[in-house]
């Protein structure tokens, strides 16, 4: 993890979890003391992790750690009173909202820091993977309108289409989509 956003409404707080995050190599760290003021940063950036220090000047910090989980993009650490741990954590670790009881120690916080980046390193890994998948998906789509346009226009048959598809791909060492996109611009105009 590269950067954070410490929330936090207590200075000695936000202090003692800069410590943790810069003794954990986390360089690039934004430190604000409301809900608004974190909800405007996060709609203008993303954070590789979040660590709320509730409660906060605007709000509990429940809803703010759910909300950034919800987002996807961030691994978020809620720091919560030991009298509301229970309640708080069984509704807040269902999003994925790592919940930790106060007051916290530097070894649990580090132990938490660590499992953030396990996750956000998986996340990271899966999101990648993703949008290969994606990817792979709109060229299977474009190459099958290239195919469509083929079998209505020159009455191929769907298996000559795809071979004269992958033939042209070949032969001017081009991708399939690449050919693709220039058969469905020949056809429609576009």
Known sequence: M????????????????????RAASISDIAVLKSCGEARRLLSERDFDLVVVNAPLRDETGEGLSRYIAAKGASQVILLVNS???????????EDGVLTISKPVNRAILWSSLKIAN????????????NNRLLKKIED????DRAKYLLIAHLNMREEDAHR???????????ARRV????????????
């Open 2 to 21: 590269e950067s954070a956003l410490i929330v936090s409404s207590s200075n000695k707080g936000a202090e003692y979890i800069m410590d943790v995050l």
């Open 83 to 93: 009298a509301l741990y229970e309640a708080v954590s069984a509704v807040c670790e």
């Open 118 to 129: 396990a996750a956000h390193n998986r996340l990271t890994r899966m999101q990648a993977e």
């Open 140 to 143: 299977i789509r474009v190459v």
């Open 164 to 174: 004269y598809i992958e033939k042209q791909a070949m032969d001017s060492r081009l």
């Open 179 to 190: 050919v693709a996109e220039k058969i469905i611009k020949a056809y429609e105009g576009v």
